[in-house]
């Protein structure tokens, strides 16, 4: 591309009013730039006139100084050119308004004591501008070899064939894989579901079969019963996938890494990688390298995970107060199968069970916690079979013990309902003790709304144990990635397959597989069809995208992807074992071996690479680090008493619309401060913040999401990362006789933005306390 | 720690409950707004939250024995503000209306009460017999005299001239309204007693249980002066006058108990003239206690008439069921009749004024000799229960 470059600013808003405009178009034309003003640049006259320079061939480089990136780009949108937003208004004179920093008068202007704070950040933000335009290129689009459009949906229960209803209905070609014998999943096994349709008051018949015959109706709907996915290998858009009989060895299982213990040897110290790679190699003997792709595999474009759940199996000294061990002790789903067959009648010796108490919570009188991997579904639960008893028997009597009772949405009215019945009983408790009385049990309870030391006698006793993941047990999509089959992290989502459930339902931590159903979180099954639908569409979205070479989420549309300089590669693998999404395979030496579909462009691995060789077409480490560069540092050779200079690295995410909003709600901080917005916290390498102290800028903040358990990083791993290569940063300052609190990182949320003024202003008078940075000038 | 209470729902108490006006009682969902709106619960273990889930459950051995369900006024604020529609209010008196039968005795004739296919028989039965004794004093005036004189008592109560005014007593005779009444009324204090005896032992017990009192044993003289101490509360009606939704329904109530003080003075009174002084009515209208007489009729209509108003204008956030309506007319037509046979009587009609006196007689002997079994009985239950809850500190 042949670069025409041209700058444009725009004086409303209050910049024109605030800022020396003759100066600040001198910055652009002192380089022999264009720079073209209007007061009202958003507007269509305005926009006509960049896209007339557009037209004749001037301009096709832009340089827009006006407000920020994140508001009017719609209008600043030229199809076919670099633009660059340089933000004017809410970072420059909207947080910092001439009360505070008055205009300089003539005389003050060049006396080398009086510096205009506001002015001096406006013109650094244009030289930014201005140099990365220069730095980076316009992306051009991945395309991969082959390209398949089908849906691969792992489960045939309701949510797996809802799934694949909606991607059918949506012309998309799906294949079911389901590891039993027939489709229904657990569904088929219940006598009654809760409603799904108004008035939401009564049990309903299962669905599963309506389901069923639909599904055999699509022809573009393939199920492949008795099979499991021996391996999931390559990536979105083209995933080769090789199927098996459970239970069967193919040379296509996938490999496993190996267990941490297997990392060291008998002395306790970690093997060298040439070891750890035989080992590995033993480990997974008979079964081809993850590289290595099925050539009989089929292809599919995106997978959606809807394998379901098992019943948790409750055993041990936490449960023996609840009598678990007695006969006629049953948990929800034995009740559930139970009833499916018939009356209900006591296991011990098949007489009718007339009065059930069902217990949701198993804390005795410490803990209100439910059982695990219940939710709001075994409260629903319990309401249901309360209904059965009801039933079977006329007289009959249940009594629901519950710590919470959750019935969300429209199932309130179901809980209404319930609660008319004459009888069923229900109450808050704890549950102290069962124990066999006779031919009955005697239930105690604590607390309850009744009051205090409640005992009941029952036939049966229904304990409310939870709806588990199957990724607990196994990665079940067995993706042959380097960073192993399954997903990472799990341990934050209690092992449910997921990446963040409140910010991206249906993202897993893979990029093209979309988690629907009760893997992600114990769900009903109106909710799992719901969700079905979700998954489903996400999965077209991803492979619309694929097909497209642009990323799916959360950077939806970006056509750019990381690109190695492999002659500089010391295969150190830290791209490939720090990528949050596993996009990154190596082979055997370590060489990185990129799958641009599974990327999410958040630029982690960019951010790890020690030797730089990482870039995208747009972000590069040489395009921000040019931007740090052309940040004036001024020293006492220009004023007596030169301004301190600090550099923000920003996540564009949340820190940065905070930002916006500390300048819209016109709350000032430091005007020293220079703010360059990250895809990531993860993405900052460290040269960034070398070569700002190394061109004697005070200091360095980094500010992004919140990490932890319960992260806001958008890339999962990016803050958190860089909170620890800023930690190791502070090592090579020492060396440099540099103090550690030069570097600072934050962690801010994006409703936080009125904590941002003080966090910076707390960083600036720190480091100011410590003094200028002594290579200032140098 | 409190003693283990086994929980034995009682599904037919439920039912119950919902058929006397109680059918939104599993509506609710325990917030305790009710607790929190009620203007007259104690602070400790408030009413009717509790109240509200041991119905829902069908624990009628809870219910039924608790003093707090007489403490409720039924004022109907807890009924306004309940999220649920619950109506608390509704649920409490439909208990109260089985507690009542449950400590009457004979318990068919409580059931009787409470049942409307029943109410031919409790007016039919009382009007033969009053029908009869009506006939027997009007035609067989002679044959009675003699009966009587074989004692050596005057059938006849009609004073000196007597031969020109109209007087009640040569319709229905005055000694026939007496062994009428009499033995009802003594039926009535029998019934009361029995019922009470096992009442106070039951709140007291329950109280104990539920820690809502911190009397350990019961003493019947501390109790008696807590009923002292409380009536001044129960004449002002004090409690009453607390509650927002029903404010208007003190006036009425007031005016009906006091109508009815005014008219037991007013027979006492009356007995005592006729047997220790001999001076059988008519009297005339200028003596005070015909005044007192007047003014409680009078007032006995009204009030009930008001009352009967409120209802039919409050037909959708109370509900008025059976017993309500069974006891509001009853008290209404008893007010009216008397008023009315007055009337007739000083306007000489003579025949309309003994047949109006009829009706009354019957209306009487509906209030009397049913009230343990019919709401009236919340005169007595309500006022031990107060008086308990007094003598038990209950805060």
Known sequence: ?778 | MTEKYLAQPDLDFIAQVRGLGGETLKKCYQCATCSVACPIAPEGSPFPRKEMIAASWGLKDKLVQSGDIWLCHQCGDCSDLCPRGAAPGDVLSAIRSIAITEYARPKCLAKAVNDPKKLPYLIGIPAIWFALLALITMTAGETMTKIFDVFGIAWSHAHEGAEHVIAQADFFSTWFVDLTFVPTATFVVIVFFLGLKRFITDIHQNAVLEGKTDKASLDYKELFQALIRILPTVLKHEKFTECDSNKDRATPHMMVLYSFIGLFIVTSIGFALLYVFQSPGPYSQLTPLKWLANISAVALVIGSGLMIKNRFDKKDDQLTTYKDWFILVIVFVLGLTGLLTEMARLAHMEYVSYFIYYLHLIAIFQLFAFLPFSKMAHLVYRLTAMAYAEYGNRK
């Not at chain 1, 641009?596 to 680090?625: K, L, Q």
Request: aromatic content about 8%; some cysteine; proline content about 5%.
């Open chain 1, 1 to 778: 591309m042949d670069k025409k470059y041209g700058v444009y600013i725009c004086t409303g808003c209050g910049i024109g009013d605030t800022l020396d405009m003759e100066a600040l178009v001198d910055v652009p034309e002192e380089e022999g730039i264009n720079c073209t003003t209007h007061p009202f640049l958003c507007s269509k006259e305005g926009v006509a006139l960049i896209q007339k320079d557009v037209d004749d061939g001037k301009a096709n480089a832009l340089v827009i100084g006006a407000c920020s990136r994140r508001v009017n780009f719609d209008a600043f949108k030229f199809d076919g050119c670099i633009v660059e937003r340089v933000n004017l208004r809410e970072g420059v004179v909207w947080p910092h308004s001439r009360e505070t920093y008055p205009m300089l008068t003539e005389d003050q202007k060049d006396d080398e004591e009086h510096f205009d704070p506001i002015q001096m950040k406006a013109e650094d933000y244009i030289k930014m501008g201005m140099i990365r335009v220069e730095k980076v290129k316009l992306p051009e689009p991945f395309q991969t070899e082959s390209f398949s459009k089908k849906i691969l949906v792992l489960g045939g229960g309701v949510t797996g064939m809802s799934a694949a209803l909606d991607a059918a209905k949506a012309g998309y070609e799906v294949t079911i894989v389901e590891k039993t014998d027939s489709l229904g999943g657990y569904a088929a096994q219940m006598r009654s579901q809760m409603p799904v349709t108004e008035p939401f008051e009564e049990l309903q018949t299962p669905i599963v079969s309506e389901l069923i015959a639909e599904v055999e109706s699509f022809s573009n709907i393939d199920v492949k019963t008795a099979t499991e996915v021996a391996r999931i290998a390559g990536q979105p858009g083209e995933f080769t996938v090789t199927f098996k009989k459970p239970g069967e060895k193919t040379p296509f299982d996938v490999p496993f890494p190996l267990p941490e213990e297997m990392l060291l040897d008998e002395a306790g110290k970690e093997l060298d990688a040439e070891a750890q790679h035989e080992k590995y190699l033993e480990y997974n003997k008979g079964k081809e390298d993850i590289l290595q792709l099925d050539p009989d595999g089929s292809l599919y474009g995106a997978v959606v995970l809807a394998a379901g759940w098992r019943p948790d199996v409750l055993k041990g000294e936490a449960y023996a107060h609840l009598g678990i061990d007695l006969p006629d002790v049953v948990t929800n789903d034995e009740f559930e199968k139970m009833a499916a067959k018939g009356k209900i009648i006591k296991p011990s010796d098949g007489k009718e069970a007339k009065e059930v108490v069902f217990i949701q919570s198993p804390g005795k009188d410490e803990d209100d916690a439910d059982f695990e991997y219940s939710g709001s579904v075994t409260s629903q639960v319990a309401l249901k079979q309360a209904r059965y008893v009801r039933e079977d028997y006329p007289d009959g009597k249940a009594y629901i013990i519950y710590q919470h009772m959750r019935t969300p949405g429209l199932q309130e009215y179901f809980y209404k309902n319930m609660q008319q019945e004459d009888g069923v009983f229900m109450t808050k408790g704890a549950v102290t003790e069962v124990i066999q009385n006779g031919s009955k049990l005697a239930v105690t309870a604590t607390n309850t709304l009744l009051g205090d030391n409640l005992a009941i006698k029952a036939d049966m006793v229904v304990v409310a144990s939870g709806m588990v993941p199957v990724t607990k047990d196994d990665p079940v999509v067995n993706l042959a990635y380097r960073q192993g089959p399954g997903f990472r992290d799990n341990d934050i989502f209690g092992q449910y397959a997921d990446s963040n459930y409140i910010c991206f339902p249906y993202e897993t931590q893979r990029t093209g597989i979309y988690a629907a159903g009760a893997i992600r979180r114990a769900m009903t099954i109106e909710e799992s069809m719901e969700d079905a639908t979700g998954a489903a569409l996400k999965a077209i979205q991803c492979i619309e995208s694929a097909n497209r070479g642009m990323a799916v989420h959360p950077r939806s549309g970006d056509m750019t992807y990381p690109e190695f300089f492999f002659q500089r590669c010391t295969q150190c693998k830290r791209c490939t074992v720090e990528c949050p999404f596993g996009a990154l395979d190596d082979d055997e030496k370590g060489t990185p071996k990129i799958n641009p579909t599974r990327c999410r462009r958040c630029g982690t691995c960019m951010g790890a690479c020690p030797e730089r060789i990482i870039s995208f077409a747009d972000y590069t480490i040489d395009s921000i680090g040019s931007q740090v560069k052309a940040v004036g540092v001024p020293s006492e050779d220009d004023y007596d008493e030169p301004p301190f200079r600090f550099l923000a690295l920003i996540c564009e995410n949340d820190a940065f619309p905070a930002l916006d909003m500390v300048g819209m709600n016109r709350m000032d901080y430091s005007p020293n401060v220079r703010f360059i917005p990250v895809r990531c916290l993860g993405s900052v390498n460290t040269i960034w913040i070398k070569d700002a102290l190394a061109q004697g800028m005070d200091g360095v903040i980094l500010i992004g999401c919140k990490h932890g358990d319960d992260y806001q990083c958008h890339f999962m791993k990016g803050s958190e990362l860089a909170e620890v290569r800023v930690q190791k940063i502070g090592d090579a300052l020492t060396s440099l006789s540099l103090e550690q609190e030069r570097v600072a990182f934050f962690e801010v949320a994006i409703d936080e933005y009125d904590k941002l003024p003080g966090i910076i202003n707390t960083f600036v008078e720190e480091v100011e306390d410590l003094g200028p940075n002594p290579f200032k000038g140098f």
